[in-house]
C-alpha cells in the first residue's frame, strides 16, 4: 500500500462552491483514510471570500461529516487544509498565492508536485492559468497539473478558444479534463472485460450485434441548474461528454495496452469514424409537470426562458464508418424528470434468424450483454436457454453479476479515483483535446440540423414518466426497439 501513497500540493480554485463539498473533499479525505493521500500533501483553497483557515476548515469537515471514521484521522486530515483569498482576475493576488504555495510546500514537505484544481466558472480558466504562468508560479521546476471542470467550450470553435488558451500555459500532458463518468467503476469494467474476455471481445462487431443502446436516464428536474441547463440542453450536458466517451470505451478497437497512449490513439480513432448525424437521427424534447405535482414544467423553471427551446430529453443513433460497426447504430437516450436513475450500456446481439421454427410462434428473443453502471453495478448476460419439458422451445435466462457480490471491500467513488490519477500523472481517464474536438464536431453537426430547421416549439414528456413516444418512434424505424 504504502508505495502508492501520493503527496503534493494542491491549489483549489472555487474551494466554497458546490461541488468541492459535495464531491472533492469527501474525495480527499477517503483517499487520507485509505493512505493513498501521504501526510506530504497540503490543501490550498482559494475564493474571493474573506475567509480564515478555520473557517475554512469547518466547511471541509461540515462536507465529510457523513463520512465513517475516527476523530483522530479527521483532526489529522483538515490540519492539511489552508485558505487564502484570491481574486483570480487579479495580477497581484497571484504573488501572493505564490508565497503561500511555497509556504506549505516547506511545512508539509509536499515535493514538487503541484495540481490546480479549477473548481470555477470556465470563463475564468483561461485567467487563472494566465495568472498561474505569469506569477511565474507554473514555470517553477517541478510537475504542475491543471484539472478542469467542464463544461469545455459551447462548441467546437469556442472549446479550441479555451484550449489555445490554456496551451499558452501547460502542456497537453499536464491538462486534465474531467468526465467524471470515466471514473465510474463499471464504464472502467467496460474496457476491462473486453481486455480479459477474448471471446466477449470477439463478439463487438456488426456479424454479431443488432445494435447497442446507451441510456442515461435521470430522476431529478433541473432544479437550481435552469441558468446552465437552458443554455446546454441535454446534448452539452450529456451527450457531448458522457455518452460518447460511455461509447467510445465500448466501440473502439480494443488497444494494443491498458497504456494511457494507446487507449487514447484508439478512442481519437473510434470517435473520427462516427458519422456526422441528420435530422432524422435524433429526438429531443421537454419535461412538463409530473402527475404527481412534485415536478413543474421545464418552461417554468427557475433561469429558464419561457419560449426555450433547449431539450431535457435526447434520444438518438449515430453510425460508426468502419468495417467492425458499418451495419450497427448506436443508439443513445438521456433526460431529466424522467421515471428512473439509471445508466446502462445494451449491446443487442442478432437473433437466431430462421434457424429456428418461427411458426410455432416461439424462436428465440435477441440475446444481449448489459452493463449496469448504475445504481446496480455489474454485468448480465440474457441468453436464450431450452426451456425444460419434451419440446425444443426457447426461454431467456438473465446471468447476473454485481460487482456489491464481489466481497471486495471498497469501491471508491469516481472523483476519489479521478483526483489521484491527476496525482499520480495518469490521463487514462481523462479527454483529450483531439477526444473533445471530435466530440464538439459531432455534437455541431446536430445542433446545425436542429437550427436549420427552425423549431418554435418541442415535443413533450410528462415528468417521471419514461419520455417521449417519438423516442420509441425513431427505433421502429429501423426495426429495433428499446430494451428499456
Ligand atoms: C453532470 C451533468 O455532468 O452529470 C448533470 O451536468 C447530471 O446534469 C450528472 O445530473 C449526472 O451524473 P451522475 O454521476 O449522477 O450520473
Same mark, same amino acid.
Given at each position: 500500500?504504502?508505495?502508492?501513497?501520493?503527496?503534493?500540493?494542491?491549489?483549489?480554485?472555487?474551494?466554497?462552491?458546490?461541488?468541492?463539498?459535495?464531491?472533492?473533499?469527501?474525495?480527499?479525505?477517503?483517499?487520507?483514510?485509505?493512505?493513498?493521500?501521504?501526510?506530504?500533501?497540503?490543501?490550498?483553497?482559494?475564493?474571493?471570500?474573506?475567509?480564515?483557515?478555520?473557517?475554512?476548515?469547518?466547511?471541509?469537515?461540515?462536507?465529510?461529516?457523513?463520512?465513517?471514521?475516527?476523530?483522530?484521522?479527521?483532526?489529522?486530515?483538515?490540519?492539511?487544509?489552508?485558505?487564502?483569498?484570491?481574486?483570480?482576475?487579479?495580477?497581484?493576488?497571484?504573488?501572493?498565492?505564490?508565497?503561500?504555495?511555497?509556504?506549505?510546500?516547506?511545512?508539509?514537505?509536499?515535493?514538487?508536485?503541484?495540481?490546480?484544481?479549477?473548481?470555477?466558472?470556465?470563463?475564468?480558466?483561461?485567467?487563472?492559468?494566465?495568472?498561474?504562468?505569469?506569477?511565474?508560479?507554473?514555470?517553477?521546476?517541478?510537475?504542475?497539473?491543471?484539472?478542469?471542470?467542464?463544461?469545455?467550450?459551447?462548441?467546437?470553435?469556442?472549446?479550441?478558444?479555451?484550449?489555445?488558451?490554456?496551451?499558452?500555459?501547460?502542456?497537453?500532458?499536464?491538462?486534465?479534463?474531467?468526465?467524471?463518468?470515466?471514473?465510474?467503476?463499471?464504464?472502467?469494467?467496460?474496457?476491462?472485460?473486453?481486455?480479459?474476455?477474448?471471446?466477449?471481445?470477439?463478439?463487438?462487431?456488426?456479424?454479431?450485434?443488432?445494435?447497442?443502446?446507451?441510456?442515461?436516464?435521470?430522476?431529478?428536474?433541473?432544479?437550481?441548474?435552469?441558468?446552465?441547463?437552458?443554455?446546454?440542453?441535454?446534448?452539452?450536458?450529456?451527450?457531448?461528454?458522457?455518452?460518447?466517451?460511455?461509447?467510445?470505451?465500448?466501440?473502439?478497437?480494443?488497444?494494443?495496452?491498458?497504456?494511457?497512449?494507446?487507449?487514447?490513439?484508439?478512442?481519437?480513432?473510434?470517435?473520427?469514424?462516427?458519422?456526422?448525424?441528420?435530422?432524422?437521427?435524433?429526438?429531443?424534447?421537454?419535461?412538463?409537470?409530473?402527475?404527481?405535482?412534485?415536478?413543474?414544467?421545464?418552461?417554468?423553471?427557475?433561469?429558464?426562458?419561457?419560449?426555450?427551446?433547449?431539450?431535457?430529453?435526447?434520444?438518438?443513433?449515430?453510425?460508426?464508418?468502419?468495417?467492425?460497426?458499418?451495419?450497427?447504430?448506436?443508439?443513445?437516450?438521456?433526460?431529466?424528470?424522467?421515471?428512473?436513475?439509471?445508466?446502462?450500456?445494451?449491446?443487442?446481439?442478432?437473433?437466431?434468424?430462421?434457424?429456428?421454427?418461427?411458426?410455432?410462434?416461439?424462436?428465440?428473443?435477441?440475446?444481449?450483454?448489459?452493463?449496469?453502471? !448504475?445504481?446496480?453495478?455489474?454485468?448480465?448476460?440474457?441468453? #436464450?436457454? *431450452?426451456?425444460? %419439458?419434451?419440446?425444443? +422451445? @426457447? $426461454?431467456?435466462?438473465?446471468?447476473?453479476?454485481?460487482?456489491?457480490?464481489?466481497?471486495?471491500?471498497?469501491?471508491?467513488?469516481?472523483?476519489?479515483?479521478?483526483?489521484?490519477?491527476?496525482?499520480?500523472?495518469?490521463?487514462?481517464?481523462?479527454?483529450?483535446?483531439?477526444?473533445?474536438?471530435? !466530440?464538439?464536431?459531432?455534437?455541431?453537426?446536430?445542433?446545425? #440540423?436542429? *437550427?436549420?430547421? %427552425?423549431?418554435?416549439? +418541442? @415535443? $413533450?414528456?410528462?415528468?417521471?414518466?419514461?419520455?417521449?413516444?417519438?423516442?420509441?418512434?425513431?427505433?421502429?424505424?429501423?426495426?429495433?426497439?428499446?430494451?428499456?
Amino acid at each position: 500500500m504504502t508505495n502508492k501513497q501520493v503527496g503534493g500540493l494542491i491549489v483549489m480554485f472555487g474551494a466554497a462552491g458546490d461541488l468541492a463539498r459535495r464531491k472533492l473533499y469527501p474525495s480527499l479525505f477517503r483517499l487520507y483514510q485509505r493512505q493513498l493521500l501521504s501526510e506530504n500533501f497540503a490543501l490550498l483553497g482559494n475564493s474571493r471570500r474573506e475567509w480564515t483557515d478555520d473557517y475554512f476548515r469547518d466547511i471541509v469537515l461540515d462536507s465529510i461529516s457523513d463520512q465513517e471514521a475516527d476523530e483522530e484521522t479527521i483532526n489529522n486530515f483538515i490540519k492539511h487544509f489552508f485558505y487564502t483569498s484570491h481574486d483570480a482576475t487579479q495580477a497581484d493576488d497571484y504573488e501572493h498565492l505564490n508565497n503561500e504555495m511555497v509556504r506549505l510546500r516547506n511545512q508539509f514537505n509536499t515535493g514538487e508536485k503541484n495540481l490546480y484544481y479549477l473548481s470555477t466558472s470556465p470563463a475564468l480558466f483561461p485567467e487563472i492559468t494566465q495568472g498561474l504562468k505569469d506569477a511565474e508560479i507554473v514555470t517553477d521546476g517541478g510537475t504542475h497539473r491543471v484539472i478542469l471542470e467542464k463544461p469545455f467550450g459551447t462548441d467546437l470553435s469556442s472549446a479550441k478558444e479555451l484550449n489555445d488558451a490554456l496551451a499558452i500555459s501547460f502542456d497537453e500532458k499536464d491538462i486534465y479534463r474531467i468526465d467524471h463518468y470515466l471514473g465510474k467503476e463499471m464504464v472502467q469494467n467496460i474496457l476491462a472485460t473486453r481486455f480479459f474476455n477474448p471471446a466477449v471481445e470477439a463478439l463487438l462487431n456488426q456479424e454479431f450485434v443488432s445494435n447497442i443502446q446507451i441510456t442515461l436516464a435521470e430522476d431529478m428536474p433541473v432544479g437550481s441548474r435552469g441558468g446552465y441547463y437552458d443554455k446546454s440542453g441535454a446534448i452539452r450536458d450529456m451527450l457531448q461528454n458522457h455518452i460518447l466517451q460511455v461509447a467510445t470505451l465500448l466501440g473502439m478497437d480494443l488497444p494494443a495496452s491498458p497504456d494511457q497512449d494507446d487507449v487514447h490513439a484508439n478512442k481519437l480513432t473510434f470517435l473520427k469514424q462516427i458519422d456526422s448525424l441528420t435530422a432524422k437521427q435524433t429526438v429531443r424534447a421537454q419535461y412538463l409537470a409530473s402527475e404527481d405535482g412534485e415536478f413543474i414544467n421545464y418552461l417554468e423553471e427557475n433561469e429558464v426562458a419561457p419560449d426555450s427551446v433547449t431539450e431535457t430529453y435526447l434520444a438518438g443513433y449515430f453510425q460508426v464508418n468502419n468495417d467492425r460497426w458499418g451495419q450497427v447504430p448506436f443508439y443513445f437516450k438521456t433526460g431529466k424528470a424522467l421515471d428512473d436513475k439509471r445508466t446502462t450500456v445494451e449491446i443487442v446481439l442478432k437473433d437466431a434468424g430462421d434457424k429456428t421454427d418461427i411458426d410455432k410462434g416461439c424462436n428465440p428473443s435477441q440475446s444481449r450483454i448489459t452493463f449496469n453502471i !448504475q445504481p446496480e453495478t455489474g454485468l448480465a448476460f440474457n441468453l #436464450n436457454q *431450452k426451456l425444460p %419439458g419434451e419440446e425444443l +422451445l @426457447p $426461454t431467456m435466462v438473465s446471468i447476473n453479476s454485481n460487482v456489491d457480490e464481489l466481497n471486495v471491500a471498497y469501491v471508491p467513488d469516481a472523483y476519489e479515483k479521478l483526483i489521484y490519477d491527476a496525482l499520480i500523472g495518469d490521463q487514462t481517464n481523462f479527454s483529450t483535446w483531439d477526444e473533445l474536438a471530435e !466530440q464538439w464536431r459531432i455534437v455541431d453537426s446536430i445542433i446545425a #440540423n436542429w *437550427k436549420n430547421a %427552425g423549431t418554435k416549439t +418541442l @415535443p $413533450t414528456y410528462i415528468g417521471k414518466t419514461r419520455g417521449p413516444k417519438e423516442a420509441d418512434e425513431l427505433l421502429r424505424q429501423n426495426g429495433h426497439v428499446w430494451v428499456k
